[in-house]
């Protein structure tokens, strides 16, 4: 069973960098028909998608946050990363990293979450 | 960008009950759509991806139906355990968007 874990500084000063990296054990982030995802949720509110990594190193991020996102993989640590810099209170979120998978036909949908940290943006 | 609306925001269903929730659109995302089902201090559950299939292990009660901008969530017959929060996603466009979720009370 794919397991993640999130980890990384919960408080972040404004105009600062968030990072946060992603821990996958019962799998690996060198698996071909799958991407590594970073998605948030401001408490109490809706998702949003900041982007993913294939373990070649392409990344796809959300155009609304594309300027301020970095994601790397580590195949030897197995494990990947969020950088989003500039932070603002905005960005006050809960984090999570999942596997996406990427079928045939429809799309792709994260098939297994990790169980999010909150990172709060303030001085 | 891709708008994603979902109707109702909240509902109250009584166990047994039938229960939709819609997801809109802004444009055509194919069958692009995938279902989730959030409980209180929990990610996201897959439940439906590419419009109406169901995921490994989530119960039959469960279905999905739509293509292009209108889109259906069903429980045939609610259980206590199915209060949660449910929201859709479209995996077309580059910003994978999220519906705003519709909250389910059980009665």
């Known amino acids: 069973q794919v397991q993640l874990q999130e980890s990384g500084p919960g408080l972040v000063k404004p105009s600062q960098t968030l990072s946060l990296t992603c821990k996958v054990s019962g799998g690996s982030v060198s698996s071909r028909g799958f991407y590594w995802t970073w998605i948030r949720q401001v408490p109490g509110k809706g998702l949003e998608w900041i982007g993913h990594?294939?373990?070649?190193?392409?990344?796809y991020y959300n155009p609304a946050l594309e300027s301020r996102v970095t994601m790397e993989v580590d195949t030897s640590q197995n494990q990947f990363s969020l950088k989003l810099n500039s932070v603002t209170a905005a960005d006050t979120a809960v984090y999570y990293c999942?596997?996406?998978?990427?079928?045939?036909?429809?799309?792709?949908?994260?098939?297994?979450w990790g169980q999010g940290t909150l990172v709060t943006v303030s001085s | 960008d891709i708008l994603m609306t979902q109707s109702p925001s909240s509902l109250s269903a009584s166990v047994g009950d039938r229960v939709t929730i819609t997801c809109r659109a802004t444009r055509d995302i194919r069958m692009y759509l995938n279902w989730y089902q959030q409980k209180p201090g929990s990610g996201p559950k897959v439940l439906i991806y590419g419009a109406s299939t169901l995921q490994s292990g989530v119960p039959s009660r469960f279905s999905g139906r739509g293509s292009a901008t209108d889109f259906t969530l069903t429980i045939s017959s609610v259980q206590p355990e199915d209060s949660a929060t449910y929201f859709c996603q479209e995996s077309y466009s580059d910003a994978h968007t999220f519906g705003q979720g519709t909250k389910l009370e059980i009665k």
């Open positions: 999942a596997r996406e998978f990427n079928f045939s036909g429809s799309g792709s949908y994260p098939d297994h």
């Open positions: 990594i294939y373990y070649s190193g392409k990344t």
